[in-house]
């Protein structure tokens, strides 16, 4: 992290956001404390297979952050490199959760590749609450396509968009 101006520190929150669960918003609400300004960026293309579009997890992300009034976070989506788009933004740091020692792994290597590309650009890991511990958008899917109920692990802005993909049709 650079030390111009520490009262002006940039964080980048990225992810694929499909959906945004409770663990992403404790994140958020946790890293929106330690920096002036949190973007969540919605990678638009990640290599997995989508629930939402990128149009749809933006507006989900967007309709979270004003519900739960965090006037420092805003959410923006991006393509191409994270680091470019957080030097794109001169933002200082990229922003991670880690629930398990397989997050870690996974989370290690993203982070050593990200230095290597961008020096100047920190990661931050921050460890999940246990209570969020279990909540993997993947699994949500799953859990909702076999006809589960995960409302109370998403926010209740989530919560309608997400039941109406496991019903329509
Ligand atoms: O929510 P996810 O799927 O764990 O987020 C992964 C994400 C989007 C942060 C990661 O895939 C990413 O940064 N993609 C953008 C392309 C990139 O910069 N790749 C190199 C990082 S190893």
Do not use: W
């Not at 992810?15 to 890293?31: C, E, M, Q, V, Y």
């Not at 961008?118 to 246990?130: G, Q, R, S, W, Y």
């Not at 109920?149 to 329509?168: C, E, Q, R, W, Y």
Request: with cysteine.
């Amino acid at each position: 992290m650079n030390n111009q101006n520490l009262s002006t520190q940039i964080a980048v929150y990225p992810g694929s956001f499909d959906p945004f669960t409770n663990g992403h918003l404790d994140i958020t609400k946790r890293a929106a404390r330690l920096f002036d300004t949190l973007i969540i960026a919605v990678y638009a293309s990640p290599r997995k297979q989508l629930l939402f579009s990128v149009e749809e997890r933006l507006e989900l992300c967007r309709a979270v952050v004003e519900s739960e009034h965090l006037p420092n976070v805003r959410v923006e989506s991006f393509t191409g490199l994270t680091v470019d788009y957080v030097k794109s933004l001169s933002g200082h740091a990229i922003i991670r959760g880690l629930r398990s020692s397989n997050d870690f792994e996974a989370e290690f290597q993203m982070g050593l590749l990200n230095h290597r590309l961008a020096p100047d650009i920190e990661t931050v890991c921050l460890f999940t609450n246990l209570e969020q511990l279990f909540i993997r958008s993947s699994q949500l899917k799953e859990v909702a396509s076999l006809g589960g109920h995960v409302n109370d692990m998403l926010p209740s802005a989530v919560v309608g968009a997400f039941n109406k993909k496991f019903t329509a049709g």
